[in-house]
């Protein structure tokens, strides 16, 4: 009788699991084509017409919140894909806890919580954003104007690979099991903290990989694909921390190059 009750848990938590994987699947695709949209807006700006919300004589919008949404849905396309596996397991957990008699939480709490950490993120890099145009260290297409800027972007990142505090959060990111053992809140507001910290986290561990869309453009296609990829990368192989480390050792070689290449 116990080993059917365990079986019937098990479908059920499969069905979740598969419902929710379909869940995450279909809100990233949505970013990924919003994004690929926004992208295809670059010819405009390359041929010298300003974007809605672009400082400058031609620009209209709202400025800072325009960019700051343009971050907010490329933060969901990039980062969320990176959370689903700890997205996946707070759903399973907290439908064992409901089978124990315990409140049950909905997976969206926790993700809802995830992604404001990272909106939050998005408002101050769109601010960021709108300062570099307004300085003119970004060329219309979003990209570094200057060398020195695209150089210290990518040393920045790279020696950041070797901190510590990019070790830990990465850590933290490689044990998603250990965080809810250890840090558990029950209801939705603790389901929401649980979302923010884990966040959080994650914010420390790639807020400046996300600077170096500076580099090559912040609406490169590719280039927010190939970052994505890394992130993505680093946070599932068992190795991640050194692949990020071999990675950062790259950065540091490609940004010194270019400076070399400014003041040679």
Not at 110 to 133: D, K, N, P, R
């Amino acid at each position: 009788m116990e080993q059917s009750g365990l079986t019937a848990l098990e479908a059920v938590i499969r069905r979740d699991r598969a419902v929710t994987a379909a869940g995450l699947v279909a809100v990233a695709a949505f970013a990924w084509l919003w994004v690929a949209r926004m992208a295809a807006t670059m010819g405009s700006a390359a041929a010298g017409v300003a974007m809605p919300g672009m400082p400058g004589p031609n620009g209209a919008g709202p400025g800072i919140p325009w960019l700051a949404g343009m971050w907010a849905i490329m933060m969901v396309a990039m980062m969320l894909p990176s959370a689903a596996p700890t997205i996946l397991l707070f759903g399973s957990v907290t439908r064992r806890r409901e089978q124990e008699g315990r409140p049950s939480v909905p997976v969206a709490v926790f993700t809802l919580g995830y992604l404001a950490v990272w909106t939050l993120y998005a408002i101050l890099a769109g601010s960021l954003q709108w300062e570099l145009h307004r300085l003119a260290l970004l060329s219309p297409a979003m990209a570094a104007a200057s060398p020195l800027l695209a150089a210290g972007l990518l040393i920045a990142a790279g020696v950041y690979q070797w901190f510590p505090l990019k070790g830990a959060c990465l850590s933290h990111c490689h044990s998603p099991l250990h965080f809810f053992s250890t840090e558990w809140r029950e209801g939705i507001g603790g389901a929401l903290a649980m979302g923010m910290r884990h966040g959080t986290y994650c914010v420390g561990c790639c807020w400046l990989l996300m600077t170096l869309l500076f580099v090559a453009g912040v609406m490169n296609l590719a280039w927010v694909a190939v970052i994505a990829a890394f992130v993505l990368i680093e946070k599932l192989v068992p190795r991640g921390l050194w692949v990020g480390r071999l990675a950062g050792a790259a950065m540091m070689i490609w940004g010194v190059s270019i400076l070399a290449a400014r003041f040679h």
